[in-house]
């Protein structure tokens, strides 16, 4: 008997069909059974489908006599599974990898419940993703039913984005009635017949979102179906009194349900639209509750078409105005601001005031933030301002550094009147750079793929990415800080401004001279014993969205083995995105793996970490500073230097080994190779080029000499294959 049985019904998607199969027969997780139902498509369908069953024995193919549609194709595929589980997947969309295997962990996990609800990514045609945006109802723990967590009941009500235990199925009789949206009658009963839920905050399907042909976004009279589904909803809360109790929310749910269709300008047939508000009115009167609310957005169904059509043109007006009185506002405050700035371009330039900002105003982070730390400590006498975006990150700073949020009258006022900016990204282009200030761009690190100027012939890296603007804003630059010749030259050519290379050393890597652990594992209850290995893989520019899993950290991290602990750190343009939600904040929660991609700073992660797994991020300059083991991951590097391009070969050149395969990767780890003395070799060589400038002391050269206008020495020249001695470096 199978784990799952995903049952899919097929119609005129021979398109997209071979990509939903191999989604299914490609998990990792193979203790599955596939149940394709030809529902008579007039297309290729049937023969694809025989072609699978033909060389994988896990397929059954049902051919339908005549087309019945979806929801009684389903029907049709339940009486030939014998899985555990059901998982109902329709033909165009596709299962993400390693979704099955973390829907097998995750019902061990709880138990075996009736339901499992998992999340989902929508993938349009023009190849962007977005992620369900109410995910984070699926971040809970145990098994649930619908009463204790109503909440369950606000994701979308359809069928796919759920495993069922068919005898939980089987013992409640469900089945799918014919329709548009057959999703509905099941759905609703299932979750709330249901006695053991559990949910998985991870992406585990892709939702195909069509340019045409999806059927729910047909106009069609089709969409009246609506009414009779919810009828059966209501049918079977009337057999089943135990469910009363939830009948209030399902007939707001069905009054909410069919106003969004109306609403919706592709649904409906103009001149249908009347009947249906007037069908929608009756059933909502019909099936009201005694004492159930009418209120919000329902409203309307108490009244009539005519008083629904004047409430919805006094929305839109309401609309209208208020966007006509935002451009007016923001227009009057620009002109205000404008006013406020050009007052203070008048007064003379505050010599001791210093403007700080880094990764596009985000908070205290990376150089700028070494470099602000560093001037408190020796030159109290200067003032430090943070720019901030936003009034949350603000309150995320200490409590004793000033701050402005960008754009607003403060920000303005020092601005206009700073001595000195320090910046690792470019300031916006609004920002005008008076004479006589002083602009300091520190960069983010080491250079491996192109930057600026050599964008120019990568048209896929640079897409959205203005390179003639950020050329102007870099040319306010007075200072660009180096860690080594490498950069030096890089930043030059990249850049073509007029600026001066100050060969400082990277400030943020001041901390990584003097070496330690730092308090990462014990925050992260990591055992001292462990080995940390850290893995901190970059983003992609062949790839929309930028995020391409080259490592399964489940795998990976299982290969380890006993007395290791995986760090995962995804580059800081995915922390957000739908990268997290394929799989690492379900393992970080199972603590299979530890997710640093929310750590502020960059160093902290680096001192906890043994040795350094990275495909082509700049962080292994960074960590070679340790003068601890690297491993680069190079299995796509020929596609990565098409898409984006790099200023060295890092396979050629490399801090340590190369793997160009997963069974590289887990086989240098079992050997332990990953730390032998030709690692040592080549990470002794890579530090000796890219670790040149750091000597620990790059903070308060910058403050000493670009702030203050002191003289300082620059770093010494290291001894090739000799780490600094950092008593040497800081006498007591």
Same mark, same amino acid.
């Given at each position: ?20 199969l191999d989604s299914v027969l490609g998990q990792s997780f193979s203790d599955v059974e596939l149940i394709a139902v030809d529902d008579c498509s007039p297309d290729g369908c049937g023969a694809i489908l025989d072609e699978y069953a033909g060389r994988d024995a896990r397929v059954k193919v049902l051919h339908l006599p005549e087309n019945v549609g979806l929801g009684r194709a389903r029907n049709a595929g339940l009486p030939h599974a014998t899985g555990d589980y059901l998982l109902f997947l329709d033909s165009d969309d596709t299962l993400t990898p390693? +979704? ?108 195909? #979102? ?11 009279? $089709? ?29 707001? $749910? ?39 609310? +009418? ?62 900002? +880094? ?153 990584? =001279? ?17 080995? =940390? ?188 294959? #000799? ?10």
């Open positions: 008997m199978p784990r799952f049985s995903v049952i899919v019904p097929c119609f005129k998607v021979q398109g997209f069909l071979r990509e939903c390693g +979704a099955l295997r973390a829907v097998a962990d995750r019902l061990a996990e709880t138990g075996d419940p009736d339901v499992l609800v998992f999340d989902y990514a929508r993938t349009y045609w023009w190849g962007g993703t977005r992620r369900n945006v109410l995910a984070h109802l699926l971040a809970v723990d145990g098994t649930f039913g619908a009463a204790e967590y109503p909440e369950i009941l606000d994701l979308l009500m359809v069928v796919w984005n759920k495993v069922y235990r068919r005898e939980f199925v089987a013992e409640h009789g469900f089945a799918f009635p014919p329709g548009y949206y057959e999703d509905t009658p099941w759905t609703f009963p299932v979750l709330l017949s249901a006695d053991r839920i559990a949910a998985l905050d991870r992406i585990c399907l892709n939702y195909r #979102q069509r340019r045409q042909g999806n059927i729910l976004s047909t106009t069609s009279r $089709k969409h009246f179906d609506i009414h009779d589904q919810y009828e059966r909803v209501f049918a079977f809360l009337a057999e089943r009194p135990e469910l009363a109790r939830w009948r209030p929310y399902l007939h707001r $749910k069905m009054g909410e349900h069919c106003l969004d269709i109306l609403a919706k300008p592709d649904r409906l047939p103009p001149a249908d639209k009347a009947e249906f508000f007037r069908r929608t009115a009756e059933l909502f009167r019909r099936h009201r509750p005694e004492g159930a609310p +009418a209120d919000g957005e329902v409203a309307v169904l108490e009244g009539t078409w005519t008083g629904y059509r004047l409430r919805r043109r006094a929305e839109r007006a309401g609309r209208a105005a208020a966007r006509r009185t935002e451009r007016v506002r923001r227009t009057a405050a620009a002109r205000a601001r404008a006013g406020w700035a050009a007052a203070h371009a008048y007064r003379p330039l505050d010599e001791r005031l210093v403007v700080y900002s +880094a990764s596009s105003h985000r908070g205290l982070l990376g150089d700028p933030a070494a470099i602000y730390h560093k001037a408190r400590e020796i030159a109290p006498e200067l003032r430090g301002v943070w720019v901030v975006r936003d009034a949350e990150t603000a309150a995320r700073l200490p409590t004793d550094v000033e701050h402005v949020v960008v754009g607003s009258r403060r920000y303005l006022e020092v601005t206009a009147r700073a001595k000195f900016f320090v910046n690792d990204v470019n300031w916006p282009g609004a920002l005008v750079k008076r004479p006589g200030s002083v602009h300091i761009h520190t960069h983010q690190g080491t250079p491996l793929k192109y930057l600026g100027a050599d964008l120019l012939g990568k048209p896929g890296a640079r897409l959205g990415f203005d390179v003639p603007q950020m050329l102007r804003r870099a040319d306010r630059w007075d200072h660009s800080l180096v860690g080594n010749r490498h950069s030096e030259l890089v930043w030059e050519r990249a850049y073509p401004c007029h600026f001066a290379s100050a060969r400082t050393g990277s400030p943020r890597n001041d901390v990584l =001279v003097r070496g330690g652990i730092g308090d990462f594992r014990e925050r992260h209850g990591i055992p001292a014993e462990h080995t =940390v290995v850290l893995y901190a893989p970059t983003r992609r520019d062949y790839h929309r969205g930028g995020h391409v899993d080259r490592i399964d950290p489940a795998r990976f991290a299982a290969d380890l083995g006993e007395g290791h602990t995986l760090v995962v750190r995804l580059h800081p343009s995915l922390a957000h995105g739908p990268a997290r939600g394929l799989g690492l904040a379900e393992l970080a929660r199972r603590g299979v793996v530890v997710d640093a991609t929310d750590e502020p700073h960059l160093a902290d992660v680096l001192l906890a970490a043994d040795v350094l797994v990275t495909d082509y991020s700049s962080v292994m300059f960074d960590h070679a500073v340790l003068d601890r083991p690297v491993v680069v991951h190079a299995d796509d590097w020929p596609s990565f230097t098409a898409s984006r391009g790099a200023y060295l070969d890092i396979t050629a050149e490399p801090p340590g080994h190369v793997t160009r395969s997963y069974r590289e990767l887990a086989r240098l780890f079992a050997s332990g190779a990953w730390r032998d003395e030709e690692s040592a070799r080549l990470r002794a060589a890579f530090r000796d080029r890219f670790c040149e400038f750091e000597d620990g002391r790059a903070a308060e050269r910058v403050v000493r000499t670009l702030l203050l206008g002191e003289a300082m020495p620059g770093p010494k020249a290291r001894v090739p294959g #000799q780490a600094p001695a950092p008593g040497a470096l800081f006498p007591a």
